[in-house]
């Protein structure tokens, strides 16, 4: 079967299928052999945390069974959120315990995903797209911190409207930050969520339409070229303390419930969307609060709890 968003993708995924049962690895990957993507196959969490380990870098997604001998998924999970590179892939839990209790287990590791089993076609197809997506934002951020020529200084005043504003600016945001992957990750989603819901108006339902029709970013690049939406700019300011940065993202929408998105929600597992500012507060930041009606997302990085001594002095 070919999935809506794969050969849109300008690189081809690569993903490790963990499950002690090999009809379930077979149906997997079956599912996608008209796609781009790339499976690799381990028949339990000891012989998948050989593979990440060999090479942390290789895989895009886990598909993850919860219940294995020689290692289960959970205590997969627990090691790769020790692992500076392996905590960053997105680990997509599969497993025939389907109390909500188990769920918000794996939820509290850092699974960004859960499904039940036996789950439909149609529901790995809609989650494991929605992370691949996840995953290609994650690269292109990273590879405009890579290209980073110097840290920028502190006490800075941006103005952006663009996806491509959003890539350059999370990156060089998080240049400043100690564990910067991390940080560009969760600097990346405010801001995405500042100009699609907040400035250009797109609520929770339209996305998840727009991204199964898969005109997500044409959508946004319609309502950017909008004389309306031309007049609204997302604003990002940096602000150094002795010891601390604050990370300031407004932008000109009405504002939302943000609450509700701090977490990750059970009743929101099968959504195509919806984890961002989840996300966000999950990546290592001191704080993360929402000012006012929640159109201003406000980040406090404490840099007295960097444990690398070098990466402290530079910081400081």
Not at 126 to 146: D, F, G, N, P
Request: charged share 20%.
């Amino acid at each position: 079967m070919q999935t809506d968003h794969s050969e849109k993708l300008p690189f081809a995924p690569v993903i490790l299928v963990v499950d002690d049962e090999p009809l379930y690895r077979e149906l997997i990957i079956d599912t996608f052999h008209d796609s781009n993507y790339r499976f690799v196959e381990a028949a339990n969490g000891e012989a998948a945390w050989a593979l990440l380990n060999a090479d942390p870098e290789h895989f895009d997604i886990i598909l993850l069974d919860r219940d294995m001998p020689h290692c289960n998924g959970l205590e997969l999970l627990r090691r790769m959120k020790k692992d500076r590179i392996l905590k960053t892939i997105p680990v997509i839990f599969q497993s025939g315990m389907s109390d909500a209790r188990d769920i918000q287990q794996g939820m509290e590791l850092g699974a960004y995903y859960y499904l039940s089993k036996p789950y439909q076609q149609k529901q790995l197809i809609t989650v494991l797209t929605t992370a691949i997506r996840e995953r290609y934002h994650y690269y292109l951020v990273k590879q405009q911190l890579q290209q980073q020529q110097q840290t920028p200084q502190p006490d800075l005043n941006f103005s952006f409207c663009t996806l491509d504003e959003i890539y350059r600016l999370s990156s060089l945001v998080a240049g400043m930050l100690p564990n910067a992957d991390l940080a560009a990750i969760g600097i990346f989603e405010l801001m995405l969520n500042a100009i699609e819901h907040g400035n250009l108006g797109i609520n929770y339902h339209e996305k998840g339409v727009l991204i199964e029709q898969g005109l997500w970013e044409e959508e946004i690049m319609r309502r950017l070229g909008s004389l309306q939406s031309n007049k609204r700019l997302a604003t990002l300011s940096v602000e150094r303390q002795q010891n601390c940065i604050t990370i300031t993202i407004c932008d000109q929408g009405e504002g939302f419930n943000w609450q509700q998105y701090l977490n990750f929600d059970i009743n929101r597992l099968m959504d195509n969307h919806g984890r961002g500012i989840a996300m966000a507060n999950h990546c290592g930041f001191s704080s993360l609060t929402f000012l006012g009606n929640g159109n201003c997302a406000r980040i406090s990085v404490d840099l007295t709890t960097v444990t690398d001594p070098q990466q402290a002095s530079e910081l400081l």
